[in-house]
């Protein structure tokens, strides 16, 4: 079968570059290697851990906030079973969502690993080892990331885990312990403190979250504290070992002292590294980085090889489904002669704990090594009447502006419903707005948003109304 592209992998970067290719009206081809459509994201990422944050979070609030807006319970008692098996549903119903959407575009799903030939020709291996050959003009590379570990820890993915076990748990752990305070970490942590495990955090750095500005890193240990979760920041894991249950994790502190902890799981949150096995990149002369095993592109997403593309996990970059939804995007339209654009610097970051944390631009850490000139504008959510009607009283925005054009540089936020506010500060940015242009626009009363144009008052002139 002869295409104009193929696609490998199916995940939010391979799928939608898929859907655009085909819009565009170049006949498509997408194979994936299992046998539901949507990769990571669908599958083992984004949504189901969602799904279970949704539900431990309806069961937390049940517990320990209904009471007070004078809701009574009586013998109040959670199935896991069906929080996981209804997380499944979810999932299922997102994976055959994507199906339908490749034949309403008319695009060619492939099951098997698919492999290169040549730059041309696309081997795809079907479970049963029988082989296809698939020929094209065009291949976009999308074929994601997969955990990553220590090279001293053996993931058995029974008791040494990671994020893909840790959402189809059997049962709620007695004791959790994390290795690594990042997102994966601190999102299906919170899912289990919210059930009732003791959860504790092995963090490498001196905060958690550390990429982001650290003022968000700060407020949210201070909050999961305040939920029960436990954190060991600055200490190294040194091994894991299993016995029968029971699983024991060694980890030095700052100044070298030997600890322990005893648990019954251990989920390691490490980071992730690309996914290149069985693609037979050696077959066109294409090698990964070193590090991260990633493979490189140029400003066009194009590999040295040309007519191959490669975006999402497996390219440099965050490895986010929203980054790679716009890499597939832009790739599909490069291909078609046009000349779309994506500012990396303007995609959002999002961890899905509650209260939420969100932030887009540069952080104030960022702005202080490039010596940039900028004031600040913070506004905290106890001071907005929409989240004292709610009780989300934790958190803030934060918001950089330039000190002398007002542009504003970056927008930090944590608070009730950021991961959906923080869009407001995404396209604000895109359009280069000002604080002052933020406060000018009407946001509605009583809303969480009306923190983000108190923060843009603050920053403006220091002039926020309600502190
Ligand atoms: P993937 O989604 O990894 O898809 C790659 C696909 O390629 C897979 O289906 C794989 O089977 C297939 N494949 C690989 N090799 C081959 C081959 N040779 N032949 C055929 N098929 C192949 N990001 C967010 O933005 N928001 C979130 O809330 C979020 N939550 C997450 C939660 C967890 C627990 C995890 C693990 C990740 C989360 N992420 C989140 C990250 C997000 O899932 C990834 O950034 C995203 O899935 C990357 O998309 P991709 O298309 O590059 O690759
Ligand atoms: P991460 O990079 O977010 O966090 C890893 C953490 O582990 C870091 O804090 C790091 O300092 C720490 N660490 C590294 N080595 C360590 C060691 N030896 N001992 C103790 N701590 C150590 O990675 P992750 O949480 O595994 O997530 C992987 C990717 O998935 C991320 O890039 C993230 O963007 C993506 N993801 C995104 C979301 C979201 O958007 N909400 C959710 C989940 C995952």
Known sequence: MQYD?????????????????AQLGMKTAIIEKYSTLGGTCLNVGCIPSKALLDSSEHYHNAAHAFSDHGIKLDN???????????KQEVVNANTSGISFLMKKNKIDVHTGVGSFKDKNTIVVTKTDGTKAELTTEKVIIATGSKPSSLPFLKIDKQRIITSTEAL??????????????????LELGSVYARLGAK?????????????MDKALGRELLKVLKKQGMEFYLNHKVTGATVEGDEVTVTFDNAKGEKQELKGDYCMVAVGRVAYTDGLGLEN?????????????????LETSVKGVYAIGDVIKGAM????????????????????????????????????????????EEQLKEQGAKYKVGSFPFKASGRARASGDLDGFVKVLADATTDEILGVHMIGPRAADMIAEAVVAMEFRASAEDVTRASHAHPTYTEAMREACLAATENRAIHI
């Not at 109040?76 to 209804?86: H, Q, T």
């Not at 066109?284 to 066009?300: F, N, Q, S």
């Not at 939804?325 to 490069?334: L, N, P, R």
Request: contains cysteine.
């Open 5 to 21: 592209v193929i696609v490998i992998g199916s995940g939010p970067g391979g799928y939608v570059a898929a859907i655009r290719c």
């Open 76 to 86: 109040l008692a959670f199935d896991f079973g069906r929080m996981v098996a209804r």
């Open 168 to 185: 189809s748990l059997p049962e709620v752990p007695k004791h959790l312990i994390l290795i690594g305070g990042g997102v994966i970490g």
């Open 199 to 211: 959860v504790s955090v092995i963090e490498f750095m001196d905060g958690i979250i550390p990429t």
């Open 284 to 300: 066109i002369g294409l090698t990964v980085e070193e590090r991260g095993r990633k493979i490189t592109v140029d400003e066009h």
């Open 320 to 363: 986010l489904a929203h980054k790679a939804e716009d890499e597939g995007t832009f790739v599909a339209e490069i291909i078609a002669g046009q000349k779309p654009h994506i500012n990396y610097n303007l995609i959002p970051g999002v961890v899905y704990t509650w209260p939420e944390v969100a932030a887009v631009g540069f952080t």
